[in-house]
């Protein structure tokens, strides 16, 4: 079974920046290397895609409203994932959540493409 812990959310101002982690334990169970996502979720709103990285060289998925604010990478040798967030606004304020699959995708992905699920970090944004 995998785990998935988040780290690094926080209350900042808007146009500051955060970086979430995402630290994987244990092993899935096809044995297969995963890939990793983040999603988000504000209240009262369904939780929505942010990234998604490949570890085998297949291609990073970023939501297009995200695009340059926000970044997705990782470690595959410490099974991590990152979320390089910039210009935060108060709209981003939610619960973010890492999310691992067995394997690697290559469209962009929905809630129920994942496998494994984090508790989630809560980023609030201040105007």
């Known amino acids: 079974q995998v785990q998935l812990l988040e780290s690094g959310g926080g209350l900042v101002q808007a146009g500051d920046s955060l970086r979430l982690s995402c630290a994987a334990s244990?092993?899935?169970?096809?044995?297969?290397?995963?890939?990793m996502g983040w999603f988000r979720q504000a209240l009262g709103k369904e939780r929505e895609f942010v990234a998604h990285?490949?570890?085998?060289?297949?291609?990073?998925f970023t939501s297009d409203s995200l695009k340059g604010r926000f970044t997705i990478s990782g470690d595959n040798a410490k099974n991590a994932a990152y979320l390089q967030m910039n210009s935060l606004e108060p709209e981003d304020t939610a619960v973010y959540y890492c999310?691992?699959?067995?394997?690697?995708?290559?469209?962009?992905?929905?809630?129920?493409?994942?496998?494994?699920w984090g508790q989630g970090t809560q980023v609030t944004v201040s105007s």
């Open positions: 999310a691992a699959r067995d394997n690697d995708l290559y469209y962009v992905p929905t809630e129920n493409d994942y496998d494994y």
């Open positions: 990285i490949n570890w085998r060289g297949g291609p990073t």
């Open positions: 244990g092993r899935s169970s096809s044995g297969r290397t995963f890939s």
